[in-house]
């Protein structure tokens, strides 16, 4: 996600994952106190503070150890902290993650100083559930909202649906009975096999080029087999279809 320019002094970052919630946080709080030209730049003193997790005017806030709240008595403190100017930064970044973890009175305490603190203190909160923040907190921060998480493909599911897509695109049906025999023989489950056919229709699209009039063939049977009973694992499923479709 390309960073804000200018920067806001207030950011809700939402969507995601907990994982790149806090990957754009870093970079934000980069972004403010880098010194170099194109912040963040990565490379400057400040840049390289942050990334370490040593960066003096940077805070993070979180529920206590053992304890499922960002109680009020930590943003009180926050508070009382925000006033006393930056160590050597040009700002003081405060990131609250998460940040739907403060109770009401916490969100209350925070309001405060979210609207009228000192102009050099930032704030990011971080958030899986922004619902649970309120009004009054939600509407003083420029939202953020990172697109959903895809899972990292799985390399063995993918080498599976390349050699299936390959033989059904190129091979005789022979082979392709053949390999389709062998991938019920192990008997996927329903899941799997969604997974792994979605992942042959997703090979096969890449190739229509290269093999277009089969390709074609192929995306059309795998979708007739998604959408009918003729994929149904527990009914014993019946992948030998997809060859008298294609052949
Ligand atoms: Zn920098």
């Known amino acids: ?25 870093n970079r ?26 040593t960066h003096p005017d940077v805070s993070r806030i979180a529920p206590a150890p053992g304890k499922r709240e960002i109680a009020v008595d930590q943003v009180r403190a926050l508070r009382a902290d925000a006033y006393v100017r930056p160590n050597e930064g040009k700002r003081k970044v405060y990131i609250l993650d998460p940040a739907d973890a403060m109770n009401p009175s916490a969100q209350n305490a925070l309001l405060k100083v979210l609207e009228e603190g ?47 897509a390959e033989v059904l695109l190129t091979g005789d049906e022979l082979s392709a009975a053949r390999a389709l025999v062998e991938l019920e023989l192990q ?26 009039q089969r390709g074609a063939k192929v995306l059309r049977a795998l979708k007739a087999c ?7 694992p527990g009914a014993g499923l019946t992948l030998g279809l997809l060859v008298t479709s294609i052949f």
């Open 118 to 164: 000192p102009a050099y203190a930032a704030f990011l909160l971080l958030a899986d559930q922004p619902g649970r923040l309120l009004d009054t907190v939600r509407s003083r921060c420029e939202p953020l909202t990172l697109p959903p998480e895809t899972p990292a493909p799985d390399p063995e599911l993918q080498a599976q649906a390349a050699a299936l």
């Open 28 to 53: 934000l709080t980069a972004a403010y106190l880098c010194e170099g030209e194109r912040p963040p730049c990565g490379a400057c003193r400040a840049c390289r503070k942050v990334s370490a997790g």
């Open 187 to 212: 008997k996927p489950k329903s899941d799997q096999l969604s997974a792994l056919l979605a992942e042959v229709e997703a090979q096969t699209s890449r190739r229509l080029t290269a093999h277009p």
């Open 1 to 25: 996600m390309e960073l804000p320019n200018p920067l806001s002094h207030a950011y809700l970052i939402t969507g995601g994952g907990g994982d790149s919630r806090a990957a754009l946080a």
């Open 226 to 232: 998604r959408d009918s009973a003729v994929f149904n």
